[in-house]
């Protein structure tokens, strides 16, 4: 089952990217090394250079970054188990904060909105699902933008997904701890909790 989902994954995505005239060889290998969270590009500037298609692969690098096992319970058409999925939502949330974080410093360090959107999208959801794709170099980079994508490559994707990191499920169950910790402290010593 997770090797047809991989490969499902992974033709819709050639085929978009062949959609958008994207060359054979380059929709192949990135689209492969998105859902893989490889990020291997065939390109020097890596998806600096794809145009509209580098919006296609941070898609397909999220998708991949999603457990597996999710679009199982889509093709049995179990709508509100996947819709209630903790995990999910917390890689979607992740995701949409770096993004946010990422497009304020790029704009606080001096670049154009546009420019600072476009490459908030794409470096924060490659850094959110471990993938490695970069649309303009790091090196430049102010210390706020790095600290964001290496918090977001830190924690990374969900359990039963291709991605790095300690992985979302972790970071919940680390935050539930944290909250049963603060409530024991505000109660009495008796307590059960």
Known sequence: RVLVIYSLLTLVGIALLLLLREAPL???THVMSAISTGGFSIHDDSLAGMGIARYVVSVVSLCGAV??????????????????DAELWTLLAMTALVFLLLWLFLLHD?????????????????????TGYSSLSVLGLGAAVKWVLILAMFTGGCVGSTAGGIKMLRLLVFGRLFQLILRRTALPPHAVV
Not at 110 to 130: E, F, I, K, N, R
């Open 67 to 84: 457990s597996l096992p999710l679009y199982y319970l889509l093709y049995q058409r179990r709508w509100a188990t996947f819709m209630r």
């Open 26 to 28: 380059s929709a192949v």
């Open 110 to 130: 001096g670049m154009a909105a546009d420019a600072a959107l476009g490459h908030a999208l794409v470096m924060g959801v490659s850094a959110q699902t471990t």
